[in-house]
């Protein structure tokens, strides 16, 4: 079931759980290309974002016309990630590969579905001649920022909001 991202990216990550794979939910257009593995995304990405609204699939086709792009981990058909991201150019960096979003499933923490996303991200941001990938992490995500300093990552800036 789905689109499978290439095989560099299927691993064993542990043999009695079975092979953790990447799915591209979106299309070259940013079209959603794999409807039933959007609904599947949905579970999962609600542990980190639970204020999207009732209507996910209409909210996450408004975020791929704006550019925005999912793929998933996959461990015998059940979606343990989600990642969102998207390419664009900007003033500061040139052309930036951000991620909206990086998830895993609370119960498949630590099993190799983060790494196994982020690896996926990082090659398609250099396959499209992006110089590194970039994300943001509440401040209260405290193993998340573990997660990302063990995978490299480093912190360039503060993001700043004023809400009106």
Same mark, same amino acid.
């Given at each position: 079931?789905?689109?499978?991202?290439?095989?560099?990216?299927? &691993?064993?990550?542990?043999?009695?759980?079975?092979?953790?794979?990447?799915? &591209?939910?979106?299309?070259?257009?940013?079209?959603?290309?794999?409807?039933?593995?959007?609904?599947?995304?949905?579970? *999962?990405?609600?542990?980190?974002?639970? &204020?999207?609204?009732?209507?996910?699939?209409?909210?996450?086709?408004?975020?791929?016309?704006?550019?925005?792009?999912?793929?998933?981990?996959?461990?015998?058909?059940?979606?343990?990630?989600?990642?969102?991201?998207?390419?664009?150019?900007?003033?500061?960096?040139?052309?930036?590969?951000? *991620?909206?979003?990086? *998830?895993?499933?609370?119960?498949?923490?630590?099993?190799?579905?983060?790494?196994?996303?982020?690896?996926?991200?990082?090659?398609?941001?250099?396959?499209?001649?992006?110089?590194?990938?970039?994300?943001?992490?509440?401040?209260?995500?405290?193993?998340?920022?573990?997660?990302?300093?063990?995978?490299?990552?480093?912190?360039?800036?503060?993001?700043?909001?004023?809400?009106?």
């Amino acid at each position: 079931m789905g689109r499978e991202a290439p095989d560099t990216f299927m &691993q064993r990550a542990n043999m009695s759980e079975g092979a953790l794979r990447i799915v &591209q939910v979106t299309g070259a257009e940013g079209e959603v290309a794999e409807p039933q593995w959007l609904s599947a995304a949905e579970r *999962v990405h609600r542990q980190l974002r639970p &204020q999207l609204p009732a209507g996910y699939a209409e909210k996450m086709r408004h975020v791929f016309r704006d550019g925005g792009e999912m793929c998933l981990a996959v461990r015998a058909d059940r979606v343990v990630g989600v990642a969102v991201f998207r390419e664009f150019e900007n003033t500061h960096i040139g052309r930036r590969f951000y *991620v909206d979003d990086l *998830v895993t499933d609370e119960s498949e923490r630590s099993t190799g579905a983060g790494r196994t996303l982020l690896a996926y991200l990082e090659k398609v941001a250099r396959d499209r001649g992006c110089p590194g990938l970039d994300l943001e992490s509440g401040t209260h995500r405290t193993r998340a920022h573990r997660f990302y300093f063990r995978e490299d990552f480093f912190i360039t800036a503060f993001s700043f909001r004023k809400e009106f």
